[in-house]
């Protein structure tokens, strides 16, 4: 298989990197450039192995751990990302909520500029459900499921012996869900507003007839 890199193009493109076929690997590389076909020599930059401290909150908790990536690999906040610390044995998913370069916190840079990735484990989540009950009544209902789960709205949600519809979610960003059919995976969850079935539909139930 073919290694591919972006690099610059002398033909076509001498000052933003492009997609490059490597052609020759080695002292000096070959590579062929994907937008027009030039062959040329290129530096190829190898990855060194970075020690990057993470911070990775569940539930009330929160651990520190160490883990290695490449010196060139990207990182952006709400990017998941796997931590495998080599000391403790854990390895754990996450979803980046942070990453802080001095004292400074940034949306997105490269693994070598970062000194702490702070994030929050995803393979088990707790998801806080309001539940209206009648008028005026909420109850905080809690419900553990893994961080791909799938939350609808519209649909029903057994939590426990209650049974909930999903009126609305209330996503990590700030953002709503409220439209019938709107899929978010629990990771992703802030809240989800729902109503305890035959309650407050404000619908009649006719196998009960009206009187």
């Not at 370069?101 to 840079?109: A, D, P, Y």
């Not at 049974?163 to 059919?181: H, M, Y």
Request: aromatic fraction near 6%; include cysteine.
């Amino acid at each position: 298989m073919t290694r591919e890199i972006e690099v610059e193009c002398p033909s076509c493109s001498p000052k933003e990197e492009v997609g490059h076929a490597v052609l020759k690997e080695g002292q000096s590389p070959l590579v062929r450039c994907l937008e027009c076909g030039q062959v040329h020599a290129a530096k190829i930059k190898t990855p060194k192995a970075v020690s990057l401290k993470v911070i990775v909150s569940k539930m009330d908790i929160s651990n520190t751990y160490k883990t290695e990536l490449d010196s060139e690999t990207v990182l952006q906040v709400d990017d998941e990302l796997v931590i495998d610390d080599e000391e403790t044995g854990v390895v754990v998913p996450i979803l980046i909520t942070a990453l802080e370069v001095g004292e400074k916190r940034v949306q997105s840079t490269k693994a070598e500029d970062v000194d702490t990735i702070w994030g929050r484990a995803i393979d088990e989540i707790t998801v806080k459900f309001s539940a209206q009950s009648g008028v005026e009544k909420t109850d905080v209902i809690e419900k553990r499921v893994p961080g791909d789960y799938e939350f609808t709205v519209g649909a029903e949600e057994r939590v426990g012996r209650i049974s909930l519809f999903i009126t609305k979610i209330k996503v990590r960003d700030g953002a709503f869900r409220s439209r019938k059919g709107d899929v978010v995976p629990a990771k992703y969850v802030k809240r989800i507003f729902a109503r305890k079935k035959g309650e407050g539909s404000g619908q009649r139930d006719f196998r009960r007839g009206p009187w």
